[in-house]
């Protein structure tokens, strides 16, 4: 069964790294942790869901119109609540705080659009048949996510590496004052870093909600926990290393079910954080963090 | 002069208020705690249009002994803390005669002492858990517990499937899966059914493939599922994705229309015990299945059926109690004129029994009632025959 499980860690690894990308990005260049990164998943969720029910869009349409309402809702978020904080110089805590207001209010929301109840993407949305290779069962889905997950990753690396963009937003990481003095329009391309980063956490949510058959308001807290320690585990900032962490999470958690016990799946995604970081507190790939400390 | 008008309106402002009090005087007064909103509000909605059915139709009735009867519903969002804020504002601001609710049996935990405590009977209709009725002798549910039906369950589905052993998943943080488990463990001890592996998941997990793929490889004949509707649904689909054929076996907690709204006609073959069935078709159930419809226009679900039944007991209680308009008096008059209610309502027939004897401490009443055993068949529960 080691293959099996070995398929089942590689998609929820690549779920977890998709959802904790946004989320390191932001906290990259605008050195923020934007604890509504959970929420607009959620919300990225629910809005695929309504055009695939109401409009009949086709799905690959919906993602990408999900991901763009997303992108807005988190470029909102930076302009109502993160843009006056970084205005006034507020201390780190302050957007942390704000956006756990935000997410708070964001569920709320959804609870009262849509109810407490689960909803799930209309039967026949994708193909719901797994291919089997003996024993080993492989749903449309999963393939799906990890194709998705790894395309968008690796399109954020390349912009980060290889345009002119991706150098602005890494002078900017580096020192935002430098960057502004340099002539780079600092505020515009926080506008953008929020935006993108929405997107991808709404594309993640799409995904979850495509492979697990529950869109609810409450989908973003558990995802938010797995993804604070991904991020951490990942190097603060670092895509390479959210990407890599966040497999290796999922690889800890399934390998601990099959293995351990499924009673320390939790615990043993976690212990692992808190050990690297005895062991290396910047992350297994943290650089940012030594830089900025 | 202003002095003066207040002083000539007061009387009447007096007068006014006597009537009205005059009039509500006859109210009898309710209290109901749910999960209105939060991710327990599918139950605490269900729950509370129950109860707002059941008041319905007794006040259209003439009340009870003349008095309506009046509910006073506040939203307790499935956490503990609540519920205990919820109780002491239903208790001592409102004067309720009696609390229903809360909806979890982990915020029951919580908030039933506080009842025992002011001597006002706390009335579950949805914790299923152990040990809930041992908090006092005020505390009274007409929610059937696992332990009585989870045994009848397992014997029928053995019995249905021809089972030699089984593997167990459950939810091991959340105290009606996790009580739920323990029931389900001590049953198949008893029984002698071996268990393959037992899994746990947490509450909010959706990926239940790592869990399912090594039951898989135990290779056990059914799988015995202590969660809720919506995580059972994914877990079912997620093991038929995964190539498995195992029929599920399954409490309280998987008795509900949601489960084949996601799992289809993958659900079939679950086998569930519940008290309620919408399958049973006695008068009562009948009559309480078609008011549902046509009230809240969507199916009933068992919460709704216990929290209706739970209504007309404690209606049937008043009719014996005379009402003396001091509220402690009438709360510990209420009190005893429950134990001895028998009622045929949407579960069937319905008594209380004592709850086990706790040392040095008195007990409260649990629920006496026959279990229904259920499988699933075309995308809903008809009764196994």
């Known amino acids: 069964m080691l293959e099996q499980q070995l398929i089942n860690a590689l998609s929820l690894g690549s779920v977890y790294a998709l959802f904790a990308l946004g989320f390191t990005l932001v906290f990259g260049v605008l050195g923020v942790i934007n604890l509504s990164h959970g929420a607009i998943f959620m919300l990225g969720s629910y809005a695929a869901l309504l055009l695939v029910e109401h409009l009949a869009l086709p799905l690959w349409l919906a993602m990408l119109a999900a991901m763009l309402a997303s992108g807005l809702l988190g470029l909102a978020v930076d302009y109502l609540v993160l843009r006056p904080l970084r205005a006034r110089n507020a201390p780190h805590l302050a957007p942390m705080i704000a956006t756990i207001g935000v997410a708070t209010i964001l569920t709320s929301l959804a609870q009262g659009l849509f109810g407490a109840e689960s909803k799930r993407f209309p039967v026949g949305t994708i193909p719901e048949e797994s291919y089997n290779w003996g024993n080993l069962h492989v749903t449309a889905v999963q393939t799906g996510i990890v194709v998705i997950s790894f395309i968008l990753m690796l399109v954020l690396l390349a912009v980060m590496r290889r345009t002119q963009l991706g150098r602005a937003l890494r002078a900017i990481a580096e020192s935002p004052k430098a960057a502004y003095l340099l002539g780079i329009n600092v505020e515009g391309l926080f506008y953008l870093t929020s935006f993108a980063a929405a997107a991808l956490g709404g594309a993640a949510g799409v995904l979850v909600g495509l492979s697990f058959n529950a869109i609810t308001p409450f989908m973003g807290q558990p995802m938010l926990h797995k993804g604070i320690a991904v991020i951490i585990l990942g190097g603060m900032g670092d895509i390479r290393g959210a990407m890599i962490a966040g497999l290796f999470l999922g690889f800890a958690e399934v390998l601990t079910v099959a293995y351990i016990s499924s009673d320390f799946r939790d615990a043993v995604g976690f212990g692992l954080l808190f050990l690297i970081l005895l062991v290396k507190p910047s992350g297994m790939f943290g650089k940012v963090l030594e830089r900025k400390a | ?385």
């Open chain 2, 1 to 385: 002069m202003q002095l003066n008008t207040i002083l000539k309106t007061l009387p009447l402002l007096m007068l006014a208020a006597g009537l009205c009090s005059a009039a509500h005087a006859a109210d009898v007064k309710l209290g109901l705690a749910a999960a209105l909103t939060g991710p327990a509000a599918k139950y605490g909605v269900a729950i509370k249009n129950g109860f707002s059915l059941a008041a319905d139709e007794v006040n259209a009735a003439g009340g009870v002994n003349g008095n309506k009867l009046q509910l006073i519903i506040e939203d307790e969002q499935g956490k503990k803390e609540e519920a205990i804020n919820v109780f002491k504002k239903l208790i001592f601001k409102d004067k309720a005669l009696l609390v229903f609710g809360p909806t979890l049996s982990n915020s029951a935990f919580a908030a039933d002492p506080i009842a025992n405590a002011a001597k006002v009977v706390a009335f579950g209709t949805s914790n299923t858990a152990d040990g809930i009725t041992a908090m006092g002798p005020f505390t009274f549910r007409n929610s059937v517990m696992e332990a009585d039906v989870l045994p009848v369950t397992t014997r029928a589905a053995v019995k249905h499937f021809g089972i030699k052993k089984v593997a167990i998943i459950y939810g091991n943080d959340d105290a009606f899966t996790k009580s739920g488990y323990d029931v389900f463990k001590a049953t198949l001890a008893n029984q002698k059914i071996p268990v393959t592996t037992t899994e746990a998941y947490a509450k909010g997990d959706v990926d239940f493939k790592a869990q399912l793929t090594k039951i898989k490889a135990s290779n056990p004949d059914a799988i015995v599922c202590s969660c809720l509707t919506e995580e059972a649904a994914n877990i079912i689909l997620q093991t038929r994705a995964l190539g498995m054929k195992q029929p599920f076996i399954g409490g309280n907690g998987l008795n509900s229309p949601k489960l084949f709204d996601i799992a289809k006609g993958a659900g079939d073959d679950t086998i569930m015990g519940s008290p309620w069935s919408s399958e049973n078709l006695t008068p009562a159930n009948k009559a309480f299945i078609a008011a549902y419809k046509a009230k809240f226009g969507s199916d009933p679900d068992q919460f709704a059926a216990q929290a209706y039944d739970a209504l007309h007991v404690v209606a049937a209680a008043l009719k014996n109690v005379k009402l003396t308009g001091a509220i402690d008096k009438d709360r510990i008059a209420l009190q005893q004129a429950l134990p001895s209610v028998t009622i045929e309502g949407a579960t069937g027939k319905f008594a209380f029994r004592k709850a086990p004897p706790v040392t040095g401490k008195e007990v409260g009443y649990d629920a006496q009632q026959e279990a229904i055993v259920n499988i699933a068949k075309g995308g809903k529960f008809v009764l196994l025959k």
